[in-house]
């Protein structure tokens, strides 16, 4: 069956953010280039250098609370980040389909709910920029229960707040992991995003339900 005909059956669509609203070639931008780049500047480091000893740090944290946290890696680079991501602003965008995607869903029977291991810090000035948060019922972040979204105590804690049926549920999202996580705790309709990144080729969609954009979750 087409998710596009799964969503009609769930009376809960929860979605990430990053790579499945908006555009993730924002934070590929920022955390691939323009941080390493600052980095490198204050540091008095070759660019190259500071790439290598970044991505490393990136690697060993991924999927953990603090890869996501801003505040861990403006204390860890001495850098602001938050002021970082404020300086590059208008390069936040929606991915193509995505807000008239939610002004679809308004009119459907489904409470939604924005699910994000972003930090709060970057929502509010994604929100900012793009408005985001009118389109959701409820908006809950890893850092508000402690965990990041491939924690199973995070979709423990997720429940006992919304008191959602995973049963009657469709989660949307770009991340394998985390895609694996909601599946693991129950949530019975798990869709990849097989292009997050509007600058970038698509992905593969692996063992995962998959639309290219959200766009494609809609009737024809």
């Not at 991924?62 to 002021?83: K, N």
Request: charged share 25%; with cysteine.
């Amino acid at each position: 069956m087409s998710a596009s005909k799964l969503l009609r059956d769930c009376d809960t669509l929860m979605l990430d953010m990053d790579g499945t609203l908006l555009d993730l070639a924002f934070d590929n931008f920022m955390w691939l280039q323009h941080i390493p780049s600052e980095y490198a500047r204050k540091h008095g480091l070759e660019h190259e250098v500071a790439t290598r000893q970044l991505y490393a740090q990136f690697r060993s944290l991924q999927g953990q609370l603090d890869w996501y946290c801003l505040d861990h890696w403006s204390e860890r680079l001495g850098l602001d980040v938050l002021a970082l991501h404020r300086a590059e602003r208008a390069r936040i965008g929606w991915l193509p389909g995505a807000m008239e995607f939610l002004q679809s869903v308004q009119q459907g029977g489904q409470r939604v709910l924005l699910v994000t291991n972003s930090h709060p810090d970057t929502l509010a000035v994604k929100s900012e920029v793009t408005g985001i948060e009118k389109y959701f019922a409820g908006i809950y972040t890893s850092h508000q229960f402690g965990y990041p979204k491939e924690d199973q105590r995070f979709w423990q804690a997720l429940a006992a707040a919304e008191g959602f049926d995973p049963r009657s549920t469709m989660f949307v999202d770009d991340t394998e992991t985390v895609l694996a996580s909601a599946r693991d705790y129950g949530v019975k309709h798990v869709v990849k995003i097989t292009r997050p990144d509007s600058s970038a080729a698509v992905r593969d969609a692996g063992a995962y339900l998959s639309v290219e954009g959200v766009a494609e979750l809609l009737p024809a």
